[in-house]
């Protein structure tokens, strides 16, 4: 395969999943390891503030979804995490699966202990973090991480990883709250949150969306495609897309 070659950029940004980890890192790593730490998280945390305000807001959610309803506060402790284990495994394994800021909250909560435990590090493609440093350190060049999780989360996975913390090499974080990737205007505020003119921002991203609301707040685009079975996903009409 030859060398893409685009216009030097002051700033470039990108996403952490598909692009500086493999597209399954979520599913493969993430999510198993909460399901399993997520009681033994319960049972050492119990008494803390923090945790038991977790379980009231998962109780409402509960409540909200229909249930499996997550027993009250004057149960025991051990029915409560029975409940809460019950409540999480149907979930996990609905399809689609069940998603809501309280899960969310929550299992974030339980990944940053198993990170700050070294019990999880985020797999970084090597190539990806060699080319990181590469841009930074003798480019110059201004890195951005937009992604569509919580920017606290980012922020952890990219701390604990297989070369380091690679944070040290990221100016900033975005998460969707500015607004959704896949809308020009949001391509087009962050350009001026940068302080950079869009034709000076370089988006790398696997979603051709994104790249196509990108493009159309004149921010130069690369699709980033790692497997050929992603290529063939991609609507032919879109495959030639000037990016």
Request: charged fraction near 25%.
């Amino acid at each position: 395969m030859g060398f893409l070659k685009v216009r030097k950029p002051k700033a470039i940004m990108f996403d952490m999943c598909s692009t500086m980890t493999k597209s399954h890192f979520m599913d493969q790593i993430l999510f198993p390891y909460f399901k399993e730490a997520a009681l033994p998280f319960l049972e050492t945390y119990w008494n803390n503030e923090g945790v038991q305000e977790d379980i009231k807001r998962l109780r409402e959610q509960s409540r909200k979804d229909d249930g499996p309803v997550i027993s009250v506060e004057s149960d025991k402790p051990e029915a409560i995490r029975a409940s809460i284990m019950k409540y999480i495994e149907t979930c996990m394994s609905s399809i689609p699966k069940r998603e809501s800021d309280a899960l969310s909250v929550f299992r974030f909560h339980v990944l940053f202990e198993g990170y700050s435990r070294n019990r999880i590090v985020t797999p970084v493609y090597s190539d990806v973090a060699f080319q990181i440093r590469h841009w930074v350190v003798d480019l110059k060049i201004k890195l951005y991480i937009f992604s569509n999780c919580w920017i606290e989360a980012s922020k952890r996975f990219l701390t604990y990883t297989n070369h380091g913390n690679m944070n040290l090499l990221i100016e900033d974080h975005f998460d969707n709250t500015i607004g959704a990737l896949n809308q020009t205007k949001t391509h087009l505020k962050i350009s001026k949150l940068l302080s950079q003119t869009p034709e000076d921002i370089l988006f790398l991203t696997h979603n051709v969306k994104e790249a196509i609301a990108a493009k159309g707040a004149g921010v130069s685009v690369l699709l980033v495609v790692t497997h050929r079975r992603d290529i063939l996903l991609i609507p032919e009409e879109e495959k030639n897309l000037p990016y």
